[in-house]
């Protein structure tokens, strides 16, 4: 879990969702379950927190597939709770169902307020953990937070993690995508040192880690300075040479 920004709401959002929501809470200041029913005025945002959110699950930080994925709003308040609070913008997570339904009424760490580095990635392991830094206190709340979502326990979710990185080291995706499908990872990849630069000669690209790139260039140039001074004189052609990146 990483930072999430609150996107403006939109423009025509009280007309569509909260006038009739307060109306309906009007006549209904405490529903039941049953009474709730007819009523989720909210799912008329759906897509406008979809767009606002980018498609990216608030709670596991992948991309919901349009078609595929199951998107939901989570109400971070739960409206069992706050009631007043069901058809507040403010109040939606854009999330996917499998962890609206986790989570439920349960209290855990809120995206929109979580310090940056709270949570973060091991990549020996593709698993998540609270950042050493944080207090004794806070970092209860991150593994109870990654307890009640199944951040580690999900053994799907744990193998996309790896999926993505694995693909992004091998050139499959770049870091653009990477950002975008999955912001988590590519914000640890960062943070990490393990991003890799791409340097573009016509339809060639070669992608080299951060670490290597300066490095790697020194070498290259005294490899070659090397070979073109032993073969000044004796007129033979210089033999190619490769750099595994």
Known sequence: MIPVQLQSEPEDFF???????????????Q???????????????????????QRVCAYCCHWIPHSTGSHSIDHFVPKSQQPDLAYDWANFRYVSSRFNSRKGTKAI???????????????????????????????????????????????????ERQTYFFEYQTGEISFEHLEKRAPFIAYEVLRQGKKKYEIKFGNIAIRVRIIRKFLRTALVIKSWNKLQSNNAHAHRPLKKFSIDV
């Open 109 to 159: 760490l809120d995206p929109f307020k979580i310090l940056n580095e709270s949570f973060i990635i091991d990549f020996s392991s593709f698993l998540i953990h609270p950042n050493s830094d944080l207090s004794p206190d806070k970092q209860v709340e991150v593994r109870e937070t990654i307890k009640c979502l199944k951040l580690n326990s999900d053994d799907d979710l744990v193998t």
């Open 15 to 29: 007309e569509r969702v909260t006038k009739d929501g307060k109306k309906f809470l009007l006549l209904n200041p």
């Open 31 to 53: 529903p039941t379950s049953q009474e709730w029913k007819g009523k989720e005025y909210w799912q008329r945002a759906l897509p406008d927190m979809r767009q606002a959110y």
